[in-house]
């Protein structure tokens, strides 16, 4: 994995916090897939997406939305390790990213181009989604502005398929609040109460 983790370990203060260092290099299928819901200084979605052995990280303000016509904006973060698709807890305050981490969703991604990394690189990547809560097809699309000289602003956007749904529905940032690992809220995880008990097997990795 080499220099790809280089800023994740920079900003980490592994004698502190209790986010991994990073030492697997494939899942299973190559393809893992995890939004963690974070109360940091705001609230905010981290949308993660395995390729190369990393997960590619994008942090969404207000979250995923299933209405084809909201553009969610998605900027882009430092590459994160496989093994923090597992990660659920407090990071503490002081810390990077200080706040309580919450499992929102996870399962696997489906490029639906024949290069992902190619397609990555030019800043427009099609793919479905396999998860728990969120399935179907979604853009993630690049775009530079005035406030934005390092290219790290791009939208999520969901297609229009059999997933979609208008946001005269309820949100489904809204409809579903608990964890889909231990089904605990953010207080319970923030105060390390709750059941914890998982209700899904554990993803399998090499």
Same mark, same amino acid.
């Given at each position: 994995?080499?220099?790809?983790? !280089?800023?994740?370990?920079? /900003?980490?203060?592994?004698?502190?916090?209790?986010?991994?260092?990073?030492? @697997?290099?494939?899942?299973?299928?190559?393809?893992?897939?995890?939004?963690? $819901?974070?109360?940091?200084?705001?609230?905010?979605?981290?949308?993660?997406? #395995?390729?190369?052995?990393? @997960? @590619?990280?994008?942090?969404?303000? $207000?979250?995923?939305?299933?209405?084809?016509?909201? %553009?969610? @904006?998605?900027?882009?973060? !430092?590459?994160?390790?496989?093994?923090?698709?597992?990660?659920?807890?407090?990071?503490? #305050?002081?810390?990077?990213?200080?706040?309580?981490? *919450?499992?929102?969703?996870?399962?696997?991604?489906?490029?639906?181009?024949?290069?992902?990394? %190619?397609?990555?690189?030019?800043?427009?990547?099609?793919?479905?989604?396999?998860?728990?809560?969120? %399935?179907?097809?979604?853009?993630?699309?690049?775009?530079?502005?005035?406030?934005?000289?390092?290219?790290?602003?791009?939208?999520?956007?969901?297609?229009?398929?059999? !997933?979609?749904?208008?946001? !005269?529905?309820?949100?489904?940032?809204?409809?579903?609040?608990?964890?889909?690992?231990?089904?605990?809220? *953010?207080?319970?995880?923030?105060?390390?109460?709750?059941?914890? %008990? $998982?209700?899904?097997?554990?993803? /399998?990795?090499?």
């Amino acid at each position: 994995m080499g220099d790809k983790l !280089e800023e994740y370990k920079r /900003k980490r203060n592994f004698g502190r916090t209790s986010e991994p260092r990073g030492d @697997l290099e494939r899942s299973r299928s190559g393809r893992l897939y995890v939004i963690q $819901k974070h109360a940091a200084r705001q609230l905010h979605y981290d949308l993660r997406l #395995e390729l190369d052995g990393v @997960l @590619l990280s994008w942090a969404i303000p $207000k979250g995923p939305s299933l209405d084809p016509s909201e %553009k969610r @904006l998605a900027v882009q973060v !430092e590459d994160h390790p496989l093994e923090y698709a597992d990660f659920e807890g407090t990071i503490a #305050e002081d810390d990077y990213g200080g706040g309580t981490v *919450m499992i929102w969703d996870r399962g696997e991604w489906e490029p639906l181009e024949n290069d992902p990394r %190619k397609a990555y690189e030019k800043g427009k990547l099609k793919f479905r989604l396999q998860g728990e809560r969120l %399935k179907g097809r979604w853009d993630l699309v690049r775009f530079h502005s005035k406030d934005d000289d390092e290219g790290k602003n791009w939208l999520l956007i969901k297609e229009k398929d059999e !997933e979609a749904r208008s946001n !005269e529905e309820v949100p489904v940032v809204e409809e579903f609040t608990s964890s889909v690992v231990t089904s605990r809220s *953010m207080e319970e995880i923030a105060a390390g109460t709750g059941s914890g %008990k $998982k209700r899904q097997k554990k993803r /399998k990795s090499d």
